[in-house]
C-alpha cells in the first residue's frame, strides 16, 4: 500500500499535457522556475524530508511504522459514543426535528408521491422540480407532481431525492453521488424532500461507514455527503437564518413497510 | 496575508476604544460559550473520553506523519486526485494560478480557507486576471468591504452589526438598503449563486484527509463548500500537511467533537466526504480535483516542543473562551488567526521575533485548554513561547535589565530585605494613606484602569522576625 517512494511520485506520473506554462508549475509541485528542477528540489520531496528527519525515520522504523498503519486501517474499532437508541426510528425522528427538518411517515413507497404531493400544496410551494432517476419509477404524475428525472440546475425549485442511509443519532441523511443519485439534486433547489426507508436509518456515522464498505467495497462514490436538516448561517450578527446557500427546508417521507 | 502581529498592543488598544466593535463584541460574547455549554451538556456520552479520543487520533497520525502522507496521497491520485505540495505561501500561489491557467479559469469560487489567507490568495488570483468570490457569507462580507481579514475562523464577520453589513451590501449589490436579516440572506444568497453556477474553479480547504480512502472532508453549514466542489469544472483543495485522520470511523469520532466545541451544533448541516473526480456517467461534479498539501512552517512543528499545537482542528472553542478575545477581537491578532491557538501559531508560522506579544495576549487562565477538543495544553505553550523569546534575547531592553537586577538582588537577601523595605515604604508614601494607589509611574498601564492596591503595613521578613522575637521572648 503506502510507499509512494520517488519513483512511485509525481514524477512518474506522466499525465501532463505538455506545452503550457501551467504544467511547470503543476510538475511536482515545484516553483516555476525554481532553482533545482530535479525530483530532490521538488516541494514534495523537501517537506517530505522535513518531516522523516523530524521523526528519526529509518528504515526500519519505516517497515514497522508501515505494518502498523496496514493494520490500523483495516482495524474497525471506534472511539466513544454516546448510548445507542433503542428505537431507531423515534431517535430519527426527534433528531431530525432538532436540525429543523420536517418527518411525514408513510407505509409504502408508492404512497411517497401522494405524501409529497400533500407537503408542496399545504406549504403553497411549486409543485415542480427534479427528481433522482433511481426514484424516477414512482408515479409522480398521478400525484399532480411535474418532476423531471435529472440532476438540478438553476431555477429548479424543488428536489426529490433518495438517501444512502440515515443516521438515529444526529437525525442526518447520507446520500452517495451516482449517475441515477446527483449530487446536485438536494443542493441547488430551494426545497429539498427526502425519502428515506425506515429499514435504512441506523445508529450513527460509523454504521453508515459499514454499510457503505459492504455496497461500494474501498472506492467509495464521488461524493458522499451528511444532510442533516436546512442550510444555514449565523454570520450577521450570529442570528441563524435557515437558507444559506442550499435548501431552505429539508422534508423527509419516512417509508415504514 | 502580511502579518502585523508586532503591532498588538497597539491594535488592541485601538479596538478597546472603539465603542462600535465594543457593543458587537458584548452582543456575541456569551453566544458561543452557552451554544457550546448547552451542547455538551446534553450529549449524553462521555465527552471527556471523546476529548481523549480526539487527542489519541491526532497524535496517531503526528507520530508517523511522513507514512501517513503518503499512504493518503495514493490513494487519492489512485481516485484521479492530483496531490502537490506547497512548502509556504508563495508556492501555493504559483500553484493556483497554473491551475487556473493551465483551464483557462476566470472566476473562482471559494469556500472558507484558511490556508488561503496565510498564503494571500485572492491577491495573487486576481493578479493573473482570475476573480477570487467568497462564498461564506461572512467571509464574503469581509470581502466586500475592502478585503478586511476575517475576525474569527468559523464567524468572520461577527465584529460587524447589522446595519454595517447592510450598508456593505447597499454599495456592493446596488439594492435597496435592507437590515432585516433574513432578506438580507436572501439577497447575498442570489447575487452569490450566479458566481457558483458562472465559475470555473472552486477552491476550498479540507477540515481532514482521510487516509483509508483518500478523501476529503469539508463540514460547512451554508452549503457553500458543497456549492463550490459540485459546480465548477475544477476543485483545488488547498490544506495542512497535519490533518490527516487515518479512517472514516476516525471521522466520525471528531465529527462528535468538532461542531459541539464550535458552534455548539451536535453535527455541522453538511459533512461532505468527497474521493476524486465525477465518474462513469456522473451527471455533476467536477472532472478535476487537486489536493494542495501545504507545509508552511507545520514541519518544523514536527517532534518539537509545539507538535501538540498540530492537533488542531480549527474549531474556534479558545478563541470563543478567551477573556482577552472577548475583549479585543480577533484584529488585533494581526494574522490569519486569532484567540488562543493564534497566540501559539502566529509565532511559531511567521517568527518568534515577528509577534512579540502575541504570547503574552493572554491571562494563563487556562479556559482554552479546558475547551479544546483534542486537548491541546495551549496555556502551556504560550509559556514554552514566552521561554523561547527569553532564550533568544527578544524581550525589550527595560524588562531584561529588571529581571537581571531582580535575579541579582533575590540572591542577596540582606540586600533584598532592605529593598523590599524601601520599595514599601515607598508605596506606603504613594498611597498617601489610603489603601489603594491611583497612578503609579512604573507601571502606569496598569493603574490607567485601575488602582494598584497599597503593601498593608511591613514586609513578610520584617513580620516574621518580630514574631520570632516576641515568641522567644
Ligand atoms: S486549539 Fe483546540 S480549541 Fe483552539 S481551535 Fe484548535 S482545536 Fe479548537
Not at chain 2, 481516485?79 to 508563495?90: P, S
Not at chain 2, 493551465?102 to 488561503?116: E, I, N, P
Not at chain 2, 458562472?198 to 477552491?203: E, F, K, N
Not at chain 2, 527595560?398 to 537586577?405: K, L, N, P, Y
Request: hydrophobic share 40%.
Amino acid at each position: 500500500m503506502a510507499g509512494a517512494g520517488p519513483e512511485g511520485g509525481l514524477a512518474g506520473r506522466g499525465t501532463m499535457e505538455a506545452g503550457t506554462v501551467a504544467d511547470d508549475v503543476l510538475r511536482d509541485g515545484r516553483l516555476q522556475g525554481g532553482a533545482s528542477g530535479g525530483w530532490a528540489g521538488s516541494a514534495r520531496e523537501q517537506i517530505l524530508e522535513r518531516v522523516r528527519g523530524a521523526l528519526g525515520r529509518t528504515s526500519e522504523s519505516r517497515a514497522r511504522a508501515l505494518a502498523d498503519i496496514a493494520a490500523a486501517l483495516v482495524d474497525r474499532g471506534h472511539g466513544p459514543r454516546p448510548p445507542a437508541a433503542a428505537d431507531l426510528v423515534e431517535r430519527f425522528k426527534r433528531e431530525s426535528a432538532r436540525m429543523s427538518s420536517t418527518l411525514d411517515t408513510v407505509t409504502s413507497l408508492q404512497a411517497v408521491p401522494e405524501a409529497v404531493s400533500r407537503y408542496l400544496a399545504a406549504q403553497g410551494l411549486p409543485r415542480s422540480g427534479v427528481v433522482w432517476p433511481s426514484l424516477a419509477g414512482l408515479d409522480w404524475a398521478r400525484a399532480g407532481l411535474t418532476l423531471e428525472a435529472r440532476e438540478a440546475r438553476e431555477g429548479d425549485l424543488v428536489g426529490v431525492t433518495g438517501c444512502f442511509c440515515a443516521m438515529a443519532e444526529t437525525g442526518t441523511v447520507m446520500t452517495c453521488s451516482a449517475p441515477e443519485s446527483p449530487a446536485t439534486a438536494s443542493l441547488l433547489p430551494e426545497t429539498h424532500v427526502v425519502v428515506v426507508p425506515a429499514t435504512r436509518i441506523v445508529q450513527g456515522m460509523e454504521e453508515a461507514w459499514q454499510l457503505a464498505r459492504e455496497e461500494y467495497g474501498m472506492a467509495l462514490p464521488r461524493a458522499v455527503n451528511f444532510i442533516s436538516g436546512p442550510s444555514r448561517t449565523g454570520d450577521i450578527e450570529m442570528n441563524i437564518v435557515l437558507g444559506a446557500h442550499g435548501p431552505y427546508r429539508v422534508h423527509i417521507v419516512m417509508v415504514r413497510e | 496575508m502580511r502579518s502585523q502581529a508586532m503591532y498588538f498592543k497597539v491594535r488592541a488598544g485601538d479596538k478597546l476604544a472603539d465603542r462600535l466593535l465594543q457593543q458587537n463584541l458584548a452582543k456575541a460574547r456569551s453566544k458561543f460559550v452557552d451554544a457550546r455549554a448547552a451542547a455538551v451538556a446534553a450529549y449524553d456520552g462521555d465527552f471527556e473520553a471523546l476529548r481523549s479520543a480526539g487527542q489519541g487520533i491526532r497524535d496517531r497520525v503526528l507520530e508517523n506523519l511522513d507514512l501517513w502522507l503518503e499512504t493518503f496521497e495514493e490513494r487519492a491520485r489512485a481516485r484521479g486526485a492530483e496531490v502537490l505540495y506547497a512548502r509556504d505561501g508563495e508556492e501555493i500561489c504559483r500553484l493556483v494560478t497554473g491551475i487556473a491557467q493551465r483551464h483557462g479559469v476566470t472566476k473562482a469560487v471559494k469556500s472558507k480557507s484558511m490556508l488561503s489567507e496565510e498564503a494571500g490568495l485572492n491577491a495573487a488570483l486576481t493578479a493573473v486576471g482570475v476573480q477570487p468570490v467568497e462564498t461564506d457569507l461572512g467571509e464574503y462580507i469581509q470581502q466586500i468591504d475592502d478585503n478586511e481579514p476575517p475576525s474569527h475562523i468559523l464567524a468572520p464577520a461577527f465584529h460587524k452589526s447589522r446595519e454595517q453589513v447592510a450598508d456593505l451590501f447597499a454599495r456592493a449589490h446596488g439594492k435597496p438598503r435592507k437590515t432585516d436579516i433574513p432578506e438580507m440572506t436572501r439577497e447575498a444568497r442570489e447575487v452569490l449563486r450566479e458566481h457558483f453556477l458562472s465559475a470555473g474553479m472552486g477552491i476550498s480547504g479540507g477540515n481532514f484527509l482521510i487516509a483509508e480512502t483518500g478523501s476529503v472532508a469539508l463540514v460547512t453549514n451554508e452549503g457553500n463548500g458543497r456549492m463550490v466542489t459540485t459546480l465548477p469544472d475544477v476543485h483545488v483543495v488547498i490544506t495542512g500537511i497535519e490533518k490527516i485522520v487515518p479512517r472514516l470511523e476516525d471521522l466520525a469520532t471528531l465529527m462528535r467533537l468538532l461542531p459541539r466545541s464550535g458552534t455548539g451544533q451536535d453535527i455541522s448541516n453538511y459533512v461532505s466526504v468527497l474521493t476524486g473526480v465525477k465518474g462513469e456517467g456522473d451527471r455533476d461534479g467536477p472532472s478535476h480535483l487537486y489536493v494542495i498539501l501545504v507545509d508552511n512552517g507545520r514541519a518544523s512543528l514536527v517532534g518539537s516542543e509545539f507538535q501538540d499545537m498540530l492537533r488542531c482542528i480549527r474549531c474556534g472553542a479558545c478563541m470563543n473562551h478567551c477573556p482577552v478575545y472577548q475583549t479585543v477581537g480577533g484584529h488585533a491578532y494581526g494574522w490569519v488567526y486569532p484567540g488562543p491557538m493564534g497566540a501559539v501559531l502566529t509565532p511559531l508560522f511567521t517568527g518568534l521575533g515577528n509577534a512579540l506579544d502575541l504570547p503574552h495576549a493572554a491571562t494563563l487562565c487556562n479556559q482554552c485548554g479546558v475547551v479544546c477538543p483534542v486537548r491541546i495544553p495551549l496555556p502551556e505553550l504560550l509559556r514554552r513561547l514566552r521561554q523561547r523569546q527569553v532564550e533568544a534575547g527578544l524581550r525589550p531592553r527595560g524588562e531584561r535589565i529588571g529581571m537581571r537586577a531582580w535575579a541579582w538582588l533575590a540572591r542577596r537577601p540582606r540586600l533584598y530585605r532592605l529593598a523590599t523595605r524601601l520599595v514599601v515604604r515607598y508605596l506606603n508614601w504613594l498611597a498617601e494613606g489610603a489603601d489603594r494607589i491611583r497612578v503609579m509611574g512604573v507601571a502606569p498601564e496598569w493603574t490607567a484602569e485601575r488602582d494598584f492596591p497599597a503593601p498593608q503595613g511591613r514586609t513578610f521578613h520584617e513580620l516574621y522576625a518580630q514574631r520570632r522575637r516576641t515568641g522567644e521572648e
